[in-house]
């Protein structure tokens, strides 16, 4: 059994498209994630949902929009898509937010732009 | 701006002996400290979790101790093998963050045969 699942584990994409990355969670937790992972391996964190309302949003390009339709799932819709946006996104989830939890992290989608 | 430091990109080690990985920081006051390891081509995997009134922690052969004197966290394995080979990330995370977990680089560990 999969707890945090992202699809598509590869995206490869032209400059200017648009594209989403979906995330899902079956571990029953409030809070779920959106990092990025860019080339020197820095793991960034974007947005953070707690029961489908936003309640991180780091400095990001608002090209970079999340979405949250039940607490189970976290989308990531990416407009306009630049050379810079490629990075591994990862998604992960945590019991509750903020405290000590752990976060439990997905596989992570490859995002390549061309 | 808050910056978190791992003692050096890569670490290779023989099999058998305890690899110290050390995680420094500046500008940041946490209140606990995480550490996850990652393996390539997977998303990071929680080891374990040290808060600020505790020295260390301990997990198996996993030793974590945590000095707010210092602004640092060590992290050991004992008894090294080569399935310990991986990334090794340290995340401060503090209260009333909402789980907003700051990132180090990490460490990438080879434990050879």
């Known amino acids: 059994d999969t707890a945090v699942s992202q699809t598509p584990k590869y995206l490869v994409t032209q400059m200017g498209n648009d594209k989403s990355i979906k995330c899902e969670q079956n571990?029953?937790?409030?809070?779920m994630y959106w990092y990025k992972q860019d080339s020197k391996k820095f793991l960034k964190i974007m947005f953070s949902y707690n029961n489908k309302e936003l309640i991180i949003n780091e400095t990001v390009p608002n090209r970079f929009s999340p979405k949250s339709p039940d607490k189970a799932h976290l989308n990531l819709h990416i407009n306009s898509l630049e050379l810079g946006d490629s990075a591994v996104y990862f998604c992960?989830?945590?019991?509750?937010?903020?405290?000590?939890?752990?976060?439990?992290f997905g596989p992570g989608t490859r995002l390549t732009v061309l | 701006s808050q910056k978190i430091e791992q003692n050096s990109e890569a670490l290779n080690i023989q099999e058998g002996k305890t690899a110290t990985l050390t995680c420094n920081y500046t500008n940041y006051s946490p209140a606990y400290l995480q550490w996850y390891r990652q393996d390539p081509g997977r998303g990071p995997v929680f080891l374990l979790l040290i808060r600020e009134n505790e020295k260390e922690k301990r997990k198996e052969r996993l030793k974590v101790t945590f000095d707010t004197t210092l602004k640092q966290s060590l992290f050991h394995i004992t008894a090294s093998q080569p399935a310990d080979s991986a990334t090794y990330l340290c995340?401060?995370?503090?209260?009333?963050?909402?789980?907003?977990?700051?990132f180090g680089k990490g460490t990438k560990l080879s434990v050879k045969p």
């Open positions: 995340a401060l995370g503090r209260w009333g963050s909402q789980g907003n977990l700051i």
């Open positions: 571990l029953g937790h409030d809070t």
């Open positions: 992960a989830s945590s019991r509750k937010a903020g405290g000590t939890d752990t976060q439990y």
